[in-house]
C-alpha cells in the first residue's frame, strides 16, 4: 500500500509515516500544498491520501478539488483541527472520504486507513485470499493451506500489489514505484530477485506468478472449479 501523506507539521508527518511504515506501508511524504498537487499530478501509483487542510502556499480543500477535477479518485483521509466543523463539511463535499480531527489516536487513524484502502479496493474482508494462499492484511501476515510463509516486508508488499491485481499484469516499473520511497533505491534487477524469492515461498500448487517477458509479472488467476493441481512445480 502506497500513500502520501500532506502535511506540514513534521513531528505529526513523521510519526505518521514512522507508524504507518511499521504497518507496512510505502509512505511519501510533502508538506505544503503545491508539492502534494504536483505529487499527485505526477504519480498514479498512491492509494490513499492523507492530507492535513491548513497546509502552506495551497490549502488542503484546494488540493482535494483539484484532484477530484483531475477525475483521481484514490481515497482521501483530510486531518482537520478538533473544531473545524466547517472544513469538514467542505471536505466531504469536495470529495474525501473520511475525516479525522487532531488530536486522534494512531490505532484509529491506522484502522480508518486499512478501512478506506480495503473498500477502494473492493474487498469486503481483512483477509485475501487466493487459492490456499492467504493474506491477513491487518496482522502483515501470508499463509499457504494455513501455514505461515515467513516473507520479509518488500516480499509482503510485492504479494499485496499482486493480489489486488490477481489475473493482470502488474509491470516491474510499477512495482518499483509501489515499493520505493523517494529517495530509495530499488531497481529493475532487484523486483527480480524479490519476485524470484517471493516464488521460492509461495508457488504451491495452483500459485503461480508468471513472466510477461519483457513487461512484467501476474499473479494468475485460480478458476474457482480447479481441479487439484500437482505439487510440483513446472519449470519456468
Ligand atoms: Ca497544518
Redesign the pocket.
Known amino acids: 500500500m502506497r500513500i502520501l501523506i500532506a502535511?506540514?507539521?513534521t513531528v505529526l508527518a513523521n510519526g505518521l509515516s514512522r507508524g504507518l511504515r511499521a504497518s507496512g506501508a510505502v509512505v511519501d511524504c510533502v508538506s505544503s500544498g503545491t508539492e502534494a498537487d504536483a505529487a499527485l499530478r505526477t504519480n498514479s501509483e498512491f492509494d490513499l491520501l492523507i492530507l492535513?487542510?491548513?497546509?502552506p502556499k495551497m490549502n488542503g480543500l484546494e488540493v482535494l478539488r483539484l484532484l477530484r477535477a483531475r477525475g483521481q479518485t484514490l481515497p482521501v483521509l483530510i486531518l482537520t483541527a478538533a473544531d473545524g466543523v466547517e472544513e469538514k463539511v467542505k471536505g466531504l463535499d469536495l470529495g474525501a472520504d473520511d475525516y479525522m480531527a487532531k488530536p486522534f489516536a494512531f490505532n484509529e487513524l491506522e484502522a480508518r486507513v486499512r478501512a478506506l484502502t480495503r473498500r477502494s479496493a473492493g474487498v469486503a474482508s481483512t483477509v485475501v485470499r487466493h487459492g490456499p494462499l492467504e493474506f491477513d492484511l491487518t496482522g502483515r501476515v501470508a499463509s499457504i493451506d494455513g501455514r505461515m510463509v515467513d516473507l520479509s516486508a518488500r516480499e509482503l508488499a510485492l504479494l499485496e500489489v499482486l493480489l489486488h491485481r490477481s489475473g493482470r499484469l502488474v509491470s516491474k516499473e510499477q512495482m518499483v514505484a509501489r515499493l520505493c520511497e523517494w529517495g530509495d533505491e530499488v531497481s529493475i534487477n532487484a523486483i527480480e530477485v524479490y519476485i524470484h524469492r517471493l516464488r521460492k515461498k509461495i508457488e504451491k500448487g495452483p500459485i503461480r506468478i508468471a513472466t510477461v517477458r519483457g513487461l512484467g509479472y501476474c499473479l494468475e488467476k485460480i478458476p474457482a472449479s480447479a481441479p487439484a493441481a500437482p505439487s510440483a512445480a513446472p519449470p519456468h
Open positions: 502535511e506540514d507539521d492535513d487542510l491548513g497546509l
